[in-house]
């Protein structure tokens, strides 16, 4: 499997900058993924407390993020940067996005959870909650340990859980909105359940997009907007 690696320059400064950048990202990411961990473990516990420290981590994730760009204006203006050292910032760049956008998702799973908390009994989909919720969850951290390794084929292995996360969706949607139909009654709490598993089928969208980012990187390939089976033929060079 081919490596990526930093480019070495003769500026010390030039690489503690774009090292300081790569840290950062790995530190935010780190942040978001307790932070969507929390917030399903305080869903599925009834965990207001939880919820609410999953709310004041926001502030510090869209810190990181704030941090993070300016570092990379700063290098892209100074330094002037090419080849893999640009690849490199424009794919933290965007990875720093998602990873913003998937804490604001977490954020809404654990406003939801607030909400059923204080609603009392458990509705129907907690289950399917917990199912699809440690599945992104794993997702994630893969997507943010590859991105570590600088490892592509790991990145496109990744991608591809994409589409099994949507067909739990799927499936779980169809659950339970039969459920809803069944006992009307439970409309009101099932919906906030809906837009729970909304959010974390939108983790996983998000934690592809940051694959796609690493291969990129590494490989100097877009793959957005194509299939995993032609992304796994671009990160082998296969015809």
């Known amino acids: 499997m081919d490596r990526f690696h930093f480019g070495k320059h003769s500026s010390s400064q030039y690489n503690e900058e774009m090292e300081s950048i790569r840290t950062h990202l790995m530190e935010m990411g780190g942040l978001v993924e307790k932070q969507v961990g929390d917030a399903l473990q305080a869903l599925l516990a009834g965990d207001s407390e939880l ?20 570092e990379c204006a700063r290098v892209l203006a100074l330094r002037a940067p090419a080849a893999s050292d640009l690849r490199m910032l424009i794919a933290v760049s965007k990875c720093v996005s998602d990873l913003e956008r998937i804490g604001d998702e977490s954020a809404k799973i654990a406003a ?15 289950v399917e909650a917990r199912h699809i ?26 991608a591809g859980e994409d589409a099994q996360i949507d067909m739990e969706y799927r499936s779980a949607m ?9 006992d009307p009654r439970s409309i009101s709490r099932v919906l906030n359940v809906i837009w729970t598993l909304r959010s974390l089928e939108r983790v996983g969208d998000h934690s592809r997009n940051i694959c796609e980012q690493i291969i990129y990187l590494v490989k100097g390939k877009d793959v957005r907007h194509i299939s995993v089976d032609e992304m796994e033929k671009e990160v082998k060079g296969k015809p």
């Open 51 to 70: 919820a609410e420290q999953v709310l004041t981590v926001e502030d510090r994730v869209d810190s990181l993020e704030k941090k993070i760009d300016e």
């Open 112 to 126: 939801m959870a607030i909400q059923l908390a204080q609603e009392g009994e458990s509705p129907s989909g907690y």
């Open 133 to 158: 919720g440690n599945h992104v969850r794993r997702m994630l951290h893969s997507a943010l340990d590859a991105f570590a390794r600088f490892d592509a084929d790991k990145a496109v292995e990744v």
């Open 174 to 182: 169809r659950s339970l909105v039969t459920f809803m139909m069944e």
